[in-house]
């Protein structure tokens, strides 16, 4: 996919730096950020996203059917940028209260020098925070309560899941090491949806009237 291998593939995304550049071979798999709706492109990764003993985790927290509706691989090269602090549901159009829940699987050692996640345990229960557009869609570095964050180192095969409210973030990758993960996004069968403008109603800083 990376390799342009399936021209109708568009979900690769570049780090800020290379975009823009006709890139190839290497220099273009060294340049990639991330990898978008990746899953019904190769059998390979099916298997996966199905997963019976996952499906079963994730039943249990949603008490409902859990449906897949967003797949990331997240390859973070040596000096790729950060991921600020945000919550998921900021993403999505779907109404205050649906269990939406992030599957991060390590494929690379991921730790504290090539920029693996943070969180901040329990935050999930704190409702909607003003997210901007800042270097990203983000929390507001100074609300974001750094004395609680945790660092979660990840070993290959490593898995973590967490609520879509939860506060969470990866900061830049300054080794010379990759550090990649497939993310996935389930929500309840029976999830309704809201329309962006309600989104931001709850998550719109500026929105809001909140300054940042």
């Not at 342009?4 to 780090?15: I, S, T, Y």
């Not at 499906?55 to 040596?78: G, I």
């Not at 919550?87 to 159009?93: E, G, P, R, S």
């Not at 750094?146 to 879509?164: E, F, I, N, Q, S």
Request: hydrophobic share 35%; with cysteine; charged share 25%.
């Amino acid at each position: 996919l990376i390799d342009g291998k399936q021209p109708e593939f568009r979900g690769v995304q570049l780090e800020v730096s290379a975009q823009g550049q006709k890139l190839t071979g290497a220099a273009r798999r060294k340049a990639v950020r991330k990898l978008m709706k990746f899953v019904d492109w190769d059998v390979r990764f099916q298997p996966l996203a199905t997963d019976p003993e996952l499906l079963d985790v994730l039943a249990r927290l949603m008490d409902d059917t859990p449906v897949l509706f967003q797949e990331m691989a997240l390859l973070k090269p040596p000096g790729g940028r950060e991921k600020p602090w945000h919550q998921d549901c900021a993403y999505f159009n779907y109404p205050l209260g649906t269990t939406i829940i992030g599957v991060w699987i390590a494929l690379d050692h991921a730790d504290a020098n090539n920029g693996c996640l943070h969180i901040l345990p329990g935050t999930h229960r704190e409702g909607p925070v003003n997210h901007f557009k800042r270097r990203d869609w983000q929390i507001c570095d100074t609300d974001v309560q750094t004395k609680r964050d945790v660092v979660v180192p990840l070993a290959p095969g490593g898995c973590l899941l967490w609520h879509g409210m939860t506060h969470h973030g990866s900061p830049t990758n300054p080794s010379k090491k990759m550090r990649r993960a497939l993310q996935l996004h389930y929500r309840p069968a029976n999830a309704g949806q809201i329309d962006t403008d309600e989104r931001m109603q709850h998550f719109g800083g500026e929105v809001r009237g909140a300054e940042c």
